[in-house]
């Protein structure tokens, strides 16, 4: 039975050969273990996988030791998951379908191990993607009037598919802070910028206007602040005088599928964790 | 007899036929052409390598032809560089040696065709390395009272020398507006963020802070907006939440050296045009 | 009306200035212009793109005066296309559906200006997906006793719908003389090493074995000679010893579809042209 | 006082949370852990920093308590370095000067933490430049009679100065058995290719016979098999059908000495580790 663990806590001396320890006296044995200490904050992170034994493992007895021997004690926040049970997550487009193919795609060969119960959008445009894959289509179009009516239809649908993180695929709403609330460091987004240059619209005409020689994309967590909450993941590519708007853009697609992919797959994996508005991201 | 060309004019049918034209007419051979046309300002820009024969290629004679022939009727601005005539750099420090010794080592082995009349610093720090490659050493300087004294200074030995362009590798003093007026776009700079990204001040420090997964380094021409110029060349590399701002600093002091050593490269084999902020940067 | 003019010759003086003065001669406004000579082979290359008047321009007379003028005289070898007339590619696959998916994705949404009669596997697990993109499917199984009669249904089909170039998205058979001999230089494959690293099967697991810190993905034209056509494009991606087998084939799958759909849109574009085993890449 | 332990052994459950207790027992706090299975060879590799009260800590009573503790039961190879005490890096140079005033520019900075006692030179022509960083400079010139009596001369400096490791920084000589058995995994080279494409002599002409599109070079440790030693690392660059070969050997000169200087650094913090001819290389 193959478990992931995430921890953080304050940091002190003997953490590792505590929680090493007890795994280890539990019949765990550990698969790989990656730790790092915020030395600012001095705050410690670790991600461990172990292997038990099926047969006799109780989940809820080692939750519930864990919790008097380890987390009380060096005071830590932290979540145990079983590797057999996917994550849920929810796809918001508009109407860019690049990065709707290309997760659709991994998902569709079963490189992405995670649930789809539905895609939601404003617009019906990608509709016949969601058909061509077989995944359920929610069209909630927004208006000015229709915002807030709009978004309570999207948080009845994610509660009733038990979605445990969204994934905004090009999506072109800003989220409001009522969702925001509900899936803290659970909504991915992809902007097409090498933030912190160029947050907000139009970033690639600002970088065409600015003149860079690179662009790039810039995947995270959704926050309150546009475009500012934590980066998870970002790639950039070179561009020349000989390159127009529109090359632009064209190159930058393949940079934004291929970055959000890429921090899909870190999130489903549990290799993320936020603290202080930035990320760890474990090997 | 090797000459390079640059031209720029308003874009309009037949200028490349034009200019090659008159180039074969005058017994030269094209060795190398690259052109560009920015559409949205409709402006024209090439490059143009010839070989004419030594014996009979009278200098001053073409270029009054070419004037009347070509730059008037066509509204160009152009220029012509014998290859054999090396560009003159003043070099600027102030304390971090990397990019200096990068330029130093280039020009040691021959492979930066530029002279090197001297370096400038407002320290002495660096005063050795200019001992060991023996180039002379000039210590301005700067104090609050002084700063105007000491641009007067920098200026004069620069017109004595007969300076052509001056790179700043890692000099701390904000150029004042009189030196940027007597060197426009002749002012190479390395800022050691990924512009516009971090501009002013301690950009590692805030690109750690932002948690960003890529920094990078830009040289760029001078202006008198701080930090805003035009790019000539960028580079990246990639960071994660277990490099401190110390690690940040010696990754990115590799990424500055080899991108600032490149764009005074490109200009020096005048491979640089500037033209609304921006560069077209030749192949 | 929009062409593009490709032209390789032994190199010489005046070449450009006769080819441009010539168009400009017939009226077409020169767009773009890129060139290059082989230094070793003293070989000339041009590609021309240039606007003509669709009312007054004369394709047949265009063609047969820049052949008497141009062609003979410098011994040109050349290609003139029209813009709107969109090349016709198929597309063999066996089993992976990463690379399809890339460039029915893009096909789909027009980012490839190019038209798919159809798709040939020898095998059918892909069948679904042609269906996705409502593009005909032919299955043609390939076995020992079946390979030349199944060879000659693929240049059949390939015949009856013009097909101009073939484009290998992971197909999992050594492609035979006679097709290549139909199809010089217009066959591209994705081979998932960075070339003439790991010529032959199984890559990734000879770049496990070796112990490398980056692999790659090439694409290139076929020729007789496993692996070893003129390459297109490459490209890269860092790994460490923390990567298994599995984690090479999976990073390399975003590797090869971007590999080869950018290689696709350079020859849709005709910004390639072949020489002495090598290729020309147009900006 | 601050520790460094390298470890490997045939991997089992238990060992992290055997010696991280260890370590605790002992008054150590864990700044840092990184460990690696092999899956395949099921060998088990950990590299820890420690920090111990300097007034109590023994040193020879520590490592005799770790041996009988750990390092028996456990069937390890490790070893303890005290991060106080530099490596002593001796560098082997020819005619090439850019990986030499990279690494010594570095040195001067304090950006290497090594000592360097001096260099060694089959040729007289860098000398100047270990005198303008006041290196003791050694001349053994080889010929076909002396390569013998050449090595010996080697040797005999290497253990009179307690050398501990070797960087061939760009040394033209293949360096014999007799030294390569003295320094097992502690002779480092740059090849400069992007290994294994490209081994051997005159890689740059190699790769642009091929037409690659993107050139390397590796950074590795010195076995018998040329060019054919544990990779540490690797980097790339793109080039073009524009470029000569001399602007192959300009643009890998950059790759060469960054990617050399890096592997050096990642010896000198004793990051990596060798296994089966491969390294692990520490984050």
């Known amino acids: 039975m193959k478990t992931t663990i995430l921890i953080h806590c304050p940091d002190q001396s003997g953490i590792i050969s505590a929680v ?10 550990i698969i790989y273990l990656d730790q ?3 030395k600012e904050a001095d705050v410690f992170f670790m991600r461990l996988e172990s292997d038990f034994d099926s047969s006799s493992f109780d989940l809820e007895k080692f939750k519930g030791e ?6 009380q004690p060096y005071h830590m926040e932290w979540s145990l998951h079983l590797d057999s049970v996917l994550p849920r997550m929810a796809i918001f487009v508009s109407k860019y379908n690049h990065c709707l193919y290309d997760l659709l795609s991994r998902y569709h060969s079963g490189e992405l191990k995670a649930e789809i119960p539905f895609i939601i959008s404003n617009h019906r445009e990608l509709e016949h993607i969601a058909q061509q894959f077989d995944i359920p289509f929610h069209h909630i179009p927004f208006s000015k009037t229709s915002k807030q009516n709009a978004e309570k239809q999207q948080l009845t649908l994610l509660k009733a598919h038990k979605i445990d993180f969204i994934v905004l695929a090009r999506y072109m709403q800003i989220v409001s802070a009522s969702l925001i609330d509900e899936y803290p460091n659970k909504i991915i987004n992809i ?3 090498f933030l912190p240059a160029f947050a907000g619209a139009k970033p690639y005409h600002a970088a ?3 003149g860079v020689k690179i662009i790039g994309a810039t995947s995270h967590y959704v926050t309150e602040e546009l475009d500012a909450g934590p ?10 005088h000989a390159h127009t708007i529109q090359d632009f853009i064209a190159k930058g697609r393949d940079l934004e599928k291929i970055v959000l992919s890429r921090a899909v797959k870190l999130h489903v994996k549990r290799k993320t964790m936020v603290y202080n508005n930035k990320t760890v991201i474990f090997s």
Chains 1, 2, 3, 4 share one sequence.
């Not at 980066?231 to 020349?240: F, K, L, M, R």
């Open 66 to 71: 864990f919790a008097s021997t380890l987390s």
């Open 36 to 38: 790092h200490v915020d």
């Open 20 to 29: 090493t320890g007890f795994i280890h006296k539990k019949g765990g044995n």
């Open 231 to 240: 980066i998870i993941e970002q790639d950039v590519t070179t561009v020349s």
């Open 208 to 210: 065409f206007e600015r």
């Open 191 to 193: 902007h097409h910028s």
